[in-house]
């Protein structure tokens, strides 16, 4: 089954502002740039989790989900098969792109890329953040976690956890927000699908700290730096996470944040949350005057 969410690639005109906001806001670190002139950054020992290509437009480019061998990740592409899924090969060339030893890939009901690889190159002892910084928590975790934004949280479900396998963590379901959360190893949740009607696209990564002064720290250099702050400083009801919301060169936000909690599948019960925080999180007038994420009109994609 799925191991990780091995990297994430988007597409931007503003590509080239995540050489500074990458390094000095999120204390990732720069790694070779793409053929295209692809700003790549690392959070651990892989050669890149996060790409910002050139793009027209801001847009979710496609996900990365690791598998533990290519054998594990043959079975799984041939049960897609059997069921129906159409299931692309990756090239030679994209492998190398993406830095992985092989790759399958589909699309979910709204078209949204999901790569499916094995062997992520690393470079152990290698990784120091772009600032000063505890770390990541990466590795055998993941790069975080994606929220996706999808018109249709049922057909979401069916696709997401009845075909592709991922595991219910649980649900946020209130008056304006409902959202399914899903995991593949101990995190919390590596997807959450986000049900806004009308529309797809991809509303945030998650990148969790080693340590809670980081996100302080974040946070402070966020503003310094002009970075619109979304959401203040908060506790998630689900995972726990403390966290705050902030806006990148590119409409996505990233939630970066300490503290989640780790699920053991003998014992994790999904249960229904009726708020997404314990406290804090409250909207700030840059978030109230910002879309949520990257958003298109389903009817514009799947024309």
């Keep these: 089954m799925i191991r990780e969410l091995a990297y994430l690639g988007v ?23 793409g053929e295209d002139g692809a700003v790549r950054l690392r959070v651990d020992d892989a050669v ?24 594990e ?27 992985v030893a092989v790759m399958s890939w589909v699309t979910d009901p709204w078209g949204a890329r999901l790569e499916f690889v094995a062997g992520q190159h690393r470079r152990p002892g290698t990784f120091w953040p772009g600032r000063q910084l505890s770390g990541f928590v990466a590795d055998d975790f993941g790069l975080g976690h994606v929220v996706l934004i999808v018109p249709d949280l049922a057909a979401a479900d069916a696709f997401y956890a009845d075909v592709l396998g991922f595991t219910l963590s649980d649900r946020v379901d209130e008056e304006h927000m409902k959202v399914r959360f899903y995991h593949c190893n101990g995190r919390h949740h590596s997807l959450a699908v986000a ?90 007038e840059a978030g109230r005057a910002t879309p949520p994420g990257i958003l298109h009109d389903v009817e514009a994609v799947l024309a």
């Design 73 to 99: 990740l043959a079975a799984y592409v041939d049960r897609l098969r059997l069921g129906g899924i159409e299931v692309t090969q990756g090239t030679a060339e994209e492998c190398r792109d993406r830095g």
């Design 11 to 33: 597409g931007s005109p503003r590509y080239e502002e995540w050489l500074t906001y990458g390094t000095t806001v999120l204390g990732c670190a720069l790694a070779a740039r």
């Design 48 to 71: 890149h989790r996060i790409t910002v290509r050139p793009g027209e437009q801001d847009e979710l480019l496609y996900t990365g989900w690791a598998f533990t061998s290519e054998v």
């Design 195 to 284: 049900q806004v009607p009308g529309k797809v696209g991809f509303n945030h990564l998650m990148l969790e700290v080693k340590s809670l002064d980081d996100v302080g720290t974040g946070l402070d250099l966020a503003r310094a730096a002009g970075v619109p702050v979304l959401r203040g400083l908060g506790r998630h009801t689900n995972d726990l996470m403390t966290s705050f919301y902030m806006a990148t060169p590119s409409s996505f936000q990233i939630e970066y944040g300490h503290g989640g909690i780790i699920v053991d599948d003998l014992t994790w019960i999904a249960a229904t949350n009726d708020r997404p925080s314990l406290w804090g999180h409250e909207l700030t």
